[in-house]
């Protein structure tokens, strides 16, 4: 079994790097749709803000890993990429439940592009402004997700066209499968 976390700042190419997994077999799940489903079930507004408070106030209740805990829940059977982890705490918890073949991988985009991204996909958490999107930013830094970007095992630099960003996606999970050994 190949397991990878995908970490990277809001708007940094992860989606990218994830359709890029499946399309080569591996399994999604999303530790952002798994906050998402726990504050819907108790009714918590969906803007960034509401969702962002109700996922502070989970990790200072039950932990750190706490939302890790609760991605590895719904993880499915086979070659898995994990995307949304915030911290070295929920990188540790994956680590030693998946093993130690776990990758983590980072995508970094320049702060400009993601805040772009971001309004273009016009979700209801999307940041209307540039203010709003950079306390959405230290909110996350806050986290830990800066330490677990800079603690990856790999880093894919996102700032040429889609195309190059999608070919060195499949290059390095093609390693990545490599390493666990599955040829494509």
Do not use: Y
């Amino acid at each position: 079994m190949a397991a990878i976390v995908a970490v990277g700042m809001p708007g940094s190419g992860k989606d990218t790097l994830l359709k890029a997994a499946i399309s080569l077999g591996f399994m999604h799940t999303s530790m952002g749709d798994v906050v998402r489903s726990h504050a819907a079930k108790l009714n918590i507004e969906h803007s960034d803000a509401a969702i962002g408070g109700f996922a502070n106030s989970e990790r200072e209740r039950h932990g750190p890993a706490i939302w890790a805990e609760r991605a590895l829940e719904t993880l499915p059977p086979g070659d898995v990429i994990i995307d949304g982890s915030r911290s070295l705490h929920e990188i540790d918890f994956f680590r030693k439940r998946l093993g130690r073949g776990l990758k983590v991988i980072a995508v970094k985009a320049p702060l400009e592009i993601r805040f772009r991204r971001l309004q273009a996909r016009n979700r209801a958490d999307a940041p209307r402004t540039m203010e709003e999107f950079v306390r959405r930013e230290e909110r996350e830094l806050a986290w830990g997700l800066g330490t677990a970007i800079e603690n990856a095992d790999i880093t894919l630099d996102n700032g040429a066209s889609l195309d190059e960003f999608e070919s060195v996606c499949m290059a390095t999970l093609k390693r990545v499968l490599e390493g666990n050994g599955k040829s494509i």
